[in-house]
């Protein structure tokens, strides 16, 4: 049995594998100053970068999870190779030979082929696949590639290539070039029946490459009607070396780019890969049969540069259909994965980038990214559309949903902000969908066993238990100076029904925006308002008694008691400023519901609903002004 490696061919290979060269393969560094590079560490999520990488030592460290070694420790830890292994790749790559010392040592190999053997088996499968390409039998295949816009070019950049039908050509050449079944079959490239035969045939084939170019996988189109295996798409099994959910597809051609530009784009396919790349969009990528997850999202950042220091952006795209929304739901619950901003890019008819391409040509893929809009408000607004926001009801279910989409962030840093934006885009108020994405917050998901009970659920001689009493609704605090004009309308109305008088005509309970104002309002109107406590003594009195809620009547009582905030009896401009200010804040509340219809108003699509509720909006503008005018004079 072969020895250990020789010490000095070890140091050779530490002395000669430049540790900023191969730490660079799977993270993206900068400039840190002192002769030492860095970048977010690849063996733990942070948001900073705190992995460091010193050239004139040869040493990494992160001071975030405290790892740290050489540039062989780094290759044994990121890929999961033993010593041996680590140190026969870097003396491959850097031209060192390696010398072994005479005598029995025991193996530090795994079990199974080496991973070596299985990066070098898909380099060869890769290379028959390419030229394969280009026999007769693949004919099917180049004109699915020219329908699709790539060109011989394209393909040779991509790397594409065609499994013959034949279902042993690829077998019998890796044996040829002294693979055993043992190595082709854990690579994932042959598959063991009552003979081994080729796990890809009769299809056109990607090599799905690492970052730094070694193929590891591959994916494969349907293209023959009478394959038998009516699957689209076929991929690589999970191998040693081949993880889906850790693969982005064009990573390897893609990973300048994005930490150049700090931009990536995530796509759905490897034909919109290659559509945005030849477009010009060259920081596309894409999974391989999965969808995006947080592993994806970990390796994504290490080539984004993606810290609170330095922002990029990572961009979306999806189908219009109901899948593409489904997509862009799983992508919003992923989203505090990235400190970058998230991004999405829809093409208004549906098309994904590389048909956009085929109909439209390179710029319209260029043109589709240029406009994304933030993937929050994409999944926001997609639960808006949803309902009738002209309807009270509407806006509440709306909000109701968007609320629990919220709440479900695990980055609580955010839900502010996103709380601001269902607001606004349901002309709501802030605080109104902020106490309902709390609410949705400690609101627990229903168990089966919690469901309502059916009659079909009794047994006989038992009564149904009664559904719990809803909690009550938690109300603003009366002294709230949000409500000030409210309340101190109220307590000139309660306490000097006569000062008040006829200046009160234009008042409605719309112009209260507190639930128990409102209900003192209307507790007023039923007695006959204002006026008719003109010449009554007794008429607050009646007011309070005709409340029903406990609570509109002890508002009534604090409202007669406490004393309004002018001296003596109030004079005829004091109540006239209030009155109109009441109302000046009810136009601006209506001003404010427009302009968020008119928000959510195309006015290249519905021009003339546009031009109505402009039209609306400039006249409550002018009624308003008129109002605060009044108030003004009021005061003078």
């Not at 970068?49 to 990494?60: G, I, N």
Request: aromatic share 8%; net charge neutral.
């Amino acid at each position: 049995m072969a020895g250990r490696i020789r010490d000095d061919d070890i140091a050779e290979v530490r002395e000669k594998a430049r540790i900023d060269e191969v730490v660079s393969s799977y993270v993206t560094l900068r400039k840190a100053g002192g002769g030492s590079l860095k970048g977010l560490c690849p063996f733990h999520d942070e948001k900073s970068p705190s992995f460091h990488v010193t050239p004139a030592k040869q040493f990494w460290h992160c001071f975030g999870c405290g790892e740290g070694g050489d540039v062989i420790g780094f290759l044994m830890k990121i890929d999961g190779v033993t010593f041996v292994e680590a140190v026969e790749r870097l003396g491959e790559k850097y031209g060192v030979q390696l010398r072994r010392e005479e005598g029995d040592s025991p193996s530090e190999r795994p079990r199974g082929p080496q991973r070596s053997r299985l990066i070098e088996a898909h380099r060869v499968a890769q290379e028959f696949y390419r030229d394969q390409l280009a026999t007769p039998d693949a004919i099917v295949a180049r004109q699915f590639l020219s329908e699709r816009g790539f060109d011989q070019a394209a393909a040779e950049t991509f790397g594409i290539g065609f499994a013959p039908r034949e279902g042993e050509s690829l077998y019998r050449h890796l044996r040829q070039r002294n693979f055993t079944d043992e190595e082709t079959i854990a690579a994932g490239l042959v598959a063991q029946g009552r003979s081994p035969y080729d796990r890809f045939r009769g299809r056109l084939l990607w090599p799905i490459r690492e970052s730094n170019g070694d193929t590891i996988g591959f994916g494969a189109r349907r293209i023959f009607d009478d394959d038998r295996i009516e699957a689209k798409y076929l991929n690589t099994s999970e191998t040693a070396i081949y993880k889906k959910s850790q693969v982005l597809y064009g990573l390897d051609l893609a990973r300048r780019e994005i930490a150049r530009s700090s931009q990536a784009v995530v796509v759905e396919g490897y034909t919109d890969v290659m559509a945005c790349h030849l477009a010009g969009v060259g920081t596309a990528v894409a999974t391989c049969g999965t969808a995006f997850g947080d592993d994806h999202a970990r390796v994504l950042r290490r080539f984004l540069h993606d810290h609170e220091e330095f922002r990029g952006e990572v961009i979306f795209t999806f189908d219009g259909d109901a899948a593409g929304q489904k997509a862009a739901l799983r992508a919003f619950g992923g989203d505090q994965n990235f400190v970058s901003q998230t991004y999405v890019a829809v093409e208004p008819s549906g098309l994904d980038p590389c048909d956009l391409r085929i109909q439209q040509g390179d710029a319209a893929v260029r043109e589709l990214v240029a406009k994304r809009q933030p993937l929050y408000r994409f999944v926001l607004g997609n639960v808006a559309s949803r309902y009738d926001l002209d309807r009270a009801d509407g806006r509440i279910d709306a909000l109701r949903e968007a609320a629990r989409l919220v709440s479900s962030i695990r980055d609580k840093s955010k839900v502010d902000a996103f709380a601001r934006e269902i607001a606004g885009m349901l002309g709501v108020d802030v605080d109104e969908a902020r106490t309902e994405v709390r609410r949705a917050a400690n609101r627990p998901a229903a168990r089966p066993d919690e469901r309502p009970a059916h009659r079909s659920d009794v047994r006989a001689g038992q009564e149904p238990q009664a559904p719990p009493e809803p909690p009550r609704r938690q109300l603003p605090d009366l002294r709230d100076p949000r409500f000030s004009i409210e309340r101190e309308t109220l307590k000139l109305v309660i306490q000097h029904p006569s000062a008040v008088g006829r200046s009160a005509a234009g008042v409605g309970p719309n112009d209260f925006t507190h639930p128990t104002y409102r209900d003192v309002w209307l507790a007023v109107a039923a007695n006959g308002g204002p006026a008719a406590g003109a010449a009554d003594p007794g008429w607050a009195s009646r007011v309070r008694s005709a409340a029903v809620d406990p609570a509109v009547s002890s508002a009534i009582s604090e409202l007669g008691v406490e004393p309004v905030r002018t001296s003596g009896d109030p004079a005829p401009s004091y109540v006239d400023a209030h009155v109109y200010r009441l109302q000046e804040l009810t136009a601006l509340r209506r001003i404010t519901d427009l302009k968020s219809r008119l928000q959510r108003t195309n006015p290249v699509e519905q021009p003339a609903d546009y031009n109505k509720m402009f039209g609306e909006l400039v006249a409550l503008e002018q009624h308003r002004r008129s109002l605060r005018e009044l108030a003004t004079g009021a005061q003078t």
